[in-house]
C-alpha cells in the first residue's frame, strides 16, 4: 500500500510538470493506497489543485527562492501541508510532522528544515500572511492563473468576480432520470428513503440535485439504469435539438455518452436513426459502458471517427447533428480545478480552429432545413459565439436561430450560461438551420 500523502503528493507534482491530469491520475492511485484512505486522498489532490494559485502565491512569499522542476515533489509536499494546515480539521501539530517526514521519503532530507520553517511561520502568522497578501497579490485574491483572470475581465466585464468565486466553489452532483422508467419525482421520494436528500432541477425538467456527492453505487436504481450523473446544462441538449419521429440524428464527438444516452432515452422507440461519432478510442469503452447500463446500445450506431472527416460516414445526410465540441472545459473548473493548471491561453487559438473544422465538415452532412447544435462547456467567447458569427458570415446557408429558452445570456450568437451556485455548470449553446435551396430555414 502506498502512503495516502506520498501519493498526493505524486499526483500533484506529476500535475505542476503538466504530466497528466486528475482524471488520467487519480484512478490508479486510488488502487493503490488502503479503502480508508480514498476519501482522503480525493479530498487532498482535489482540495490542493481547486486552492493551487492561493497556495502557490503563499508559498512563493514564505520561500527565499523557488523549487526547480527536478524538486516539483518538494512543491507539491509543501502545497499539501499549506492546504492540510488551511482547510482540514487535522491538529496542526501533526500536519507539520507528515509534511517533514513526507520530504524524507522523498529522499529529500536537505529540505526538512525548509519545509519545518515555511509551515511553522505560516502557522504563526496566518492571518496577517492573508490580509498582506490578499491586497497584494491578484494570483492569491482570485486564486486563477493571470491569463484567464485577464481574459475573463475583458469577455465579461459584469460577471467575471462572480465566474471567479464560483468556479472555486465544489459543484453538486447531479442526476438525470431516465424518462423510460420513471419520473424525477420518483427519483427523489427514492432517495429521500435511502437518507439521501435531493431537489428537483430548475432549468433541466429531468434533473434530480443532490444536496451532497454520494458514490454512484448507493444512489437507488443506477445499477438498473434508472438515472445517469449529468450536470443540469449539459442536458438542455435534447430539448434544443428537438428531434421528431423518423428522422435522421448524429452526435458528432460522443464520449462518454451522456449526451447520446439522454438522446436515446427520449427518442429510441420513436424509428428515430441515431448516430455517434468519437475520435479517441481510449473513451470509446464509457460510452459502450453507458448504453449498455442504460439498456439502449441497440438503438444507435457509434463510429470511432473524426467528426472533421468523412471516412465513416455512409454518405446519408442527416436532419439533425448535435456538435459537443472539445474545448477548454473552462466551464467545469468547479468538477475539473486541474483545469486551472494544465489549460494555456494559447490552447484557444488551436481549439478554435478544430471547432471550425468540425462544423465545416459536418455542415456538409447536415440535410437543407436540417438543424445543427453548437455546444461546448467553456465560458470564452473565442470558443463559442465567435465561433458561431465566423461560420455563419462564411456560410450564407446557414441561419441562426435564437434559442426559445428563458434562462443564461443571450448573445448575439446563441446563449452563455455561466457556472451558478447549488446549479448549472458553464455552458455555450448556438443552434444553426440549413436554408434549402430556395432560402428557407425550418421554424
Ligand atoms: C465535450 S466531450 C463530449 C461529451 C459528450 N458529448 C457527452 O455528453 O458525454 C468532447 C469529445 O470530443 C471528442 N473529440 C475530440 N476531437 C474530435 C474529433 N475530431 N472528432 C470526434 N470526436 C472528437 C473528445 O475525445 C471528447 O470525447
Redo the contacts with the bound molecule.
Sequence with gaps: MTDVRLAATQILSSLLQHQGSLSSLLPNYLKQVSARDTGLLQQLVYGTTREYFRLDALAQHLLKKPFQVKDSDLHACLLLGLYQLRELRIPEHAVIHETVELAKRLNKEWATGLINAVLRRYQREAVELDQQLSQQSDLYHWNHPEWMITKLQHNWPDHWQQILIQNDIRAPMTLRVNKRLLTPETLQNKLVEEGIDAQLGQLSSQAVILEEPVDVLDIPGFDLGECSV?DEA?QL?VQLLDVQPGERVL??????????CHLLEHHADSATQIDA????PK?MPRIYENLERLHLAEYCRVFE????AHDWWDGVTYDRI?V????SGSGVIRRNPDIKLLRQNEDLLKLAS?QM??LENLWQMLKPGGTLVYA??SIFPQENERIVERFCKQHLDAHHQPLNISAGLTRPFGTQFFPQLNSHDGFFYAKLTKLDANGISEA
Excluded: W
Design positions: 449529468q449539459a441538449s452526435d458528432a464527438c460522443a464520449a462518454p455518452g451522456g449526451k447520446l461519432v468519437e475520435l479517441n473513451r471517427g473524426d467528426a472533421s448535435l459537443d465540441a472539445p474545448c478544430l473544422a468540425i461546448t462547456c
